[in-house]
Nanobody, 120 residues
Framework: QVQLVESGGGLVQAGGSLRLSCAAS????????MGWYRQAPGKQRELVAS???????NYADSVKARFTISRDNAKNTVYLQMNSLKPEDTAVYYC??????????????WGQGTQVTVSS
């Protein structure tokens, strides 16, 4: 079983910055892809950014040039640096991880979510 724990959310004014962290622990042999998703009230959960073990990244158009995803493979941790935040970035942010356990079973795990609120 793999657990993900997020941290770093909070309240920030428009134009400000926040850095989210998500650490994975448990029976982890390999993590292929880690990602950040968000869900605003009344909306579906959407991909914000993802990163492979090799460092290839993918971003939603709405966050390109403002957000940066990175990871520390040795620590099984993914980060999301969010700059120039806008009120529309307000949401609960979730991290996820896809990989394989020591028993060679694939897993897809989610964190509990962290609230990001951007005031205008």
């Amino acid at each position: 079983q793999v657990q993900l724990v997020e941290s770093g959310g909070g309240l920030v004014q428009a134009g400000g910055s926040l850095r989210l962290s998500c650490a994975a622990s448990g029976s982890i042999f390999r993590i292929n892809t880690m990602g950040w998703y968000r869900q605003a009230p009344g909306k579906q959960r959407e991909l914000v950014a993802s990163i492979t073990s090799g460092g290839s990244t993918n971003y939603a158009d709405s966050v390109k040039a403002r957000f940066t995803i990175s990871r520390d493979n040795a620590k099984n941790t993914v980060y999301l640096q969010m700059n120039s935040l806008k009120p529309e970035d307000t949401a609960v942010y979730y991290c996820n991880a896809y990989g394989s356990s020591w028993s060679r079973k694939d897993f897809l795990s989610w964190g509990q979510g962290t609230q990001v609120t951007v005031s205008s």
